[in-house]
């Protein structure tokens, strides 16, 4: 990626790191961020300091005063603008997304896609705000309830969607009458900086205040900052499970409310009648995919015996035509991993796998040598285990498939898919019907994301996303999930001139 492409996003080779609006303040700290792709340094960004944290808190403050009383279908406006200006911007910002991530050119597209279709979404949610009307069991009373913002919303995203969650948060959060304050990855920060950006000329371009959207970076303590702060009555939290549960039970500790998008260890079963085509592309697409960092990746593939090695052979067959590479580079199909960090995890599952009894089917190894100077690049996995083996039973956030074979009906299949601790996303592939409603029944898949033909991998954004256990519970996106970021308030009103209690209490004087 160029220096004149960055510019165009807003991005020179340093750059403040924190913003109210397009107020951009410095300071000493940085942070660099390289890419994964060619281990070269991209830019580097000032970590926001505890001082400028207090400007842009009680900038929010103030602002939030200003964005609720706007109408809901006119904070809608300022988002349609949002969906155009990314519409213009969706080539270079995809392609930042792909450099400072790592994840392929389509992929990256494909984020940016996610946020224009947010935007649109949100668009036709500012005018559906909709409460329910209520009948009353006291003559002469209406009761109804409402939706009112909430305040601020504080953002916290993961480094594997470095724009797509901001988006999906924060088109919501806007047009429910909230300012947003986001704290992106530090792994991931110039993503978030042209996103900012953005938005902020928007909101100048419009006279609106700056503090309706406002970027701190750094580390895992300046997102503490937001999880203790009692102004923030919501924080929006997306990453690993060890994280929200920190989020989780500091935000519990005030009363705050939390949204919690957290670790998946997602699992597709592949019966005896599933379409083994379809089953071989769903599965690496899900395995290799974003090089397996997505919190949707098929880490597990749940086979019936009878079909058993017919999969195991077609999946090794398959994994042989996979390239690896630049991710910009789209003859490749999987890119590298975020950073040498991540790439020791990948080697210690490795270990793990075989101390614990795995089978290396397809072996792993670090990809040296032309092109792969970044140290970042690894060849793709498959493993036979069994599913309760304590590194199955954990997210490794790496292109690591673990085959497991099932036998007996599906209840069986479905039933080591659930014993896990993580409850995002789940598939099955089969053609028979009776299969597919027991895996979508109370009784079948425990996890937010159920889908029957289709892999694991990736949501479109009109449902609701999010997970069960410890995935942390959050929905966020489409269906109703607009209402977390909301306060509900219920409404009686009594038009007579007697005073009726509920419930038939008789209060005289
Ligand atoms: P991470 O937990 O290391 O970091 C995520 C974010 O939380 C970063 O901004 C980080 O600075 C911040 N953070 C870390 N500790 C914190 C703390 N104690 N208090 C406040 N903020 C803190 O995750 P990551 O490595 O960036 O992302 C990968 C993880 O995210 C995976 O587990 C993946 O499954 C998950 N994820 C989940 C979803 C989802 O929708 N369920 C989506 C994307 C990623």
Redesign the pocket.
């Known amino acids: 990626m160029t220096e004149e492409e960055l510019k165009t996003l807003g991005i020179k080779s340093e750059n403040p790191g924190t913003s109210i609006g397009s107020k951009w303040f410095t300071h000493k700290e940085t942070i660099l961020s390289s890419s994964p792709t060619n281990g070269k340094p991209i830019a580097s960004v000032e970590r926001t300091s505890r001082t400028e944290y207090e400007k842009v808190i009680k900038e929010a403050e103030k602002a939030k005063l200003i964005w609720r009383d706007i109408p809901a279908p006119k904070r809608g406006e300022i988002i349609r603008q949002l969906g155009e200006k990314l519409r213009e911007t969706k080539p270079t910002l995809g392609k930042l997304v792909s450099y400072e991530m790592g994840k392929s050119y389509q992929e990256g597209l494909g984020e940016v896609q996610e946020m224009i279709d947010i935007c649109d979404f949100a668009v036709g949610i500012s005018r559906q705000l909709y409460g329910n009307t209520i009948h009353s069991e006291r003559p002469g009373h209406r009761m109804y309830d409402q939706y009112h913002p909430l305040g601020i919303v504080g953002i916290?995203?993961?480094?594997?969607?470095p724009v797509a969650?901001w988006a999906w948060n924060s088109a919501l959060a806007l047009v429910c009458g909230n300012v947003v304050v986001w704290?992106?990855?530090?792994?991931t920060p110039l993503c978030a900086l042209a996103c900012q950006h953005i938005l902020a000329d928007i909101l100048k371009s419009n006279k609106l205040p700056e503090g309706i959207s406002s970027l701190i970076t750094?580390?895992?303590e300046?997102?503490?900052w937001?999880?203790k702060d009692s102004r923030i009555p919501l924080v929006s939290?997306?990453?690993?499970?060890?994280?929200?549960r920190?989020?989780a039970t500091?935000v519990a500790e005030r009363f705050g409310k939390t949204l919690l998008?957290?670790?998946?260890n997602n699992a597709i079963i592949v019966t005896p009648n599933a379409d083994l085509k379809m089953t071989i592309i769903g599965a690496v697409f899900g395995a290799v995919g974003t090089a397996g960092?997505?919190?949707t990746s098929t880490r597990r593939l749940i086979v019936h015996e009878n079909i058993y090695d017919k999969v195991r052979k077609s999946l090794v067959e398959a994994y042989k035509q996979i390239k690896i590479g630049d991710p910009l580079d789209t003859q490749h199909h999987m890119g590298p991993l975020?950073d040498v960090d991540a790439v020791q995890i990948y080697l210690n599952a490795l270990a793990k796998i075989k101390e614990q009894g795995g089978k290396i089917l397809v072996e792993g190894s670090v990809l040296n040598g032309k092109g792969y100077e970044s140290g970042c690049y690894v060849r793709p996995v498959i493993a036979e285990v069994e599913n309760h083996f304590d590194i199955v039973q954990e997210?490794t956030?790496a292109p690591i498939l673990y085959l497991i074979k099932y036998a007996g009906d599906v209840n069986k299949a479905i039933d080591l898919q659930n014993d896990v601790r993580q409850g995002?996303s789940s598939a099955i592939m089969t053609t028979n019907i009776r299969e597919a409603e027991v895996f979508l029944s109370q009784n079948g898949s425990d996890c937010g994301i159920a889908n029957v033909n289709i892999g694991t991998s990736g949501a479109e954004i009109g449902g609701a996303?999010?997970?069960e256990k410890e995935?942390?519970g959050g929905r966020?996106s489409g269906s109703d999930a607009w209402k977390v970021y909301m306060r509900r308030q219920t409404n009686t009103i009594n038009y007579t001139t007697s005073l009726p209690l509920a419930q038939g209490i008789t209060f005289d004087l």
């Open positions: 916290i995203t993961a480094f594997n969607f969650v704290k992106p990855s530090e792994k750094g580390d895992a300046v997102g503490t937001l999880s939290a997306t990453g690993s499970t060890r994280m929200g920190q989020v500091t998008e957290l670790g998946g960092q997505r919190c975020i997210e956030f995002l996303f999010g997970g995935t942390g966020e």
